[in-house]
């Protein structure tokens, strides 16, 4: 009778470790995929810039060095992507929109206003995509802290998982109003 006891606790461990697993397996899917998403974003929006330079370069011919300037970020940001590299890339894109108010024409002119919308699309789903990656990092972490996985998370091979914020380079670039210069 000790012996049937002693299986069906086991039996409850072994079910109750296997719960824990799944759901941790899940959760750190789920982490996966949010950083997947948000390089999803950055290469939509690495493969539309080409398309708003051109159509720029058609209006503000000798706006090159600003042109320039955009080709060789989304370059550097494609090549080695880094916070940094994309923090360039982003100061450099918000130059090359602001050409926009400095020629009527090309502010007027519909692709210019379509590509000009789909970045600002492309912007906001990134940042969805980086708050659904924190909030999918607060859960897998909350999920390894949480009793009674926290008893077998480390011995499962379970760690923590960074939150998507700005590193040191970007703290001094992205929060300030882009300089634009004609």
Do not use: W
Request: glycine letters at 6%; proline letters at 3%.
């Amino acid at each position: 009778m000790s012996t049937i006891i002693v299986l069906v606790v086991l039996a409850v461990i072994a079910m109750v470790l296997i719960g824990i697993y799944n759901r941790l397996v899940a959760l750190r899917q789920t982490c996966r995929q949010g950083v997947a998403d948000i390089d999803a974003q950055l290469r939509q929006r690495h493969d539309l810039v080409p398309n708003l330079v051109a159509t720029v370069k058609g209006y503000a011919t000798h706006e090159k060095t600003t042109l320039d300037s955009v080709i060789e970020a989304r370059n550097r940001a494609t090549a080695s992507p880094s916070p940094d590299s994309e923090a360039q890339f982003k100061v450099s894109l918000d130059r090359l929109l602001a050409l926009g108010e400095a020629y009527p024409d090309l502010k007027a002119n519909a692709n210019f206003q379509a590509l000009q919308g789909e970045l600002a699309d492309i912007e906001d789903k990134l940042a969805a995509a980086r708050r659904a990656l924190n909030a999918a990092v607060s859960r897998y972490n909350a999920g390894i802290e949480s009793f009674p996985a926290v008893l077998f998370a480390g011995a499962l091979g379970f760690r923590h998982e960074d939150f998507n914020g700005l590193d040191a380079s970007e703290k001094g670039v992205v929060d300030q109003v882009p300089q634009v210069q004609f």
